[in-house]
């Protein structure tokens, strides 16, 4: 019986909703992060008529039968997050739809959103770096402080500046690279907070080249998850499972129907 396969597919398919609603849930305090929402599309059809209709003659309808769903895509959303203040001075919050670019020990750039940035010292320099180690790129590269700074200041434009010890002026040293994407959805997730650039999302616009967003020290951009809106989704999901495994065991209830049937 088709409804047996059909209903299993509908029961898969909202088993990697749960998966993608967990994942959504699992990073609702994640700084940064963007929700996932997972897209499907019904299978082919099988044509027990087709239509005939001819001189205002025939059948004008179609007699067919579906066989289930399968996922589609997932979709990430890119809406802004809320802010928190922290009052840190290494943590950046971009309000807008820029990234931060960041560079691993292999010379190899991601996209973040995640601005919680701490000091990596090498050989008494000081450089911005992500919790794993990945540098923050400015105009002329990696954003150097020194060693004799004692406070960092970054302007709504992204022009990172420092006071050192031994001065009362502020010197300039680098402006942030804050790019954009022609399609983020495209992104891809690598985890630790990075995207990677891909085909699909086109190659990034530079800096302050349009609407990518002003820099906002002291804050963290949260989480876009809500988590109301994704228990109910949770709960929708967890009802269509049912639903499909009752379609099943119908199924099989007419098979056995059929299987006493005696002459």
Known sequence: MRALWTAASGMKAQQLNIDTISNNLSNVNTTG??????????????KLRTTDFNEGEGRPVNLEVGHGVMPAATVRAFTQGSFE?????????????????VRDNSDNLFYTKDGSFKLSIEDGEARLSTADGYYLQADSGDVELGSDFSEIFVSPDGVVS?????????????????????NPAGLESIGKNLFKETTASGEFVESFEGDAGEIMQGFL?????????????????QRAYEINSKSIQTADE??????????
């Open 33 to 46: 992060f963007k929700k996932h929402r997972i897209e499907f599309k019904d299978l082919m059809y099988e």
């Open 85 to 101: 203040q922290t009052n840190n001075s290494l943590d950046f919050a971009i309000n807008g739809d820029g990234f931060f670019v």
């Open 162 to 182: 420092v006071k050192r010890t031994d001065s009362a002026e502020i010197e300039e040293i680098a402006a942030l690279n804050i790019v954009k994407f022609p």
């Open 221 to 237: 951009e949260t989480s876009n998850v809500q988590v109301v809106e994704e228990m109910i989704k949770l709960i929708t999901a």
């Open 254 to 263: 007419m098979l056995q129907m059929a299987n006493n049937l005696r002459r």
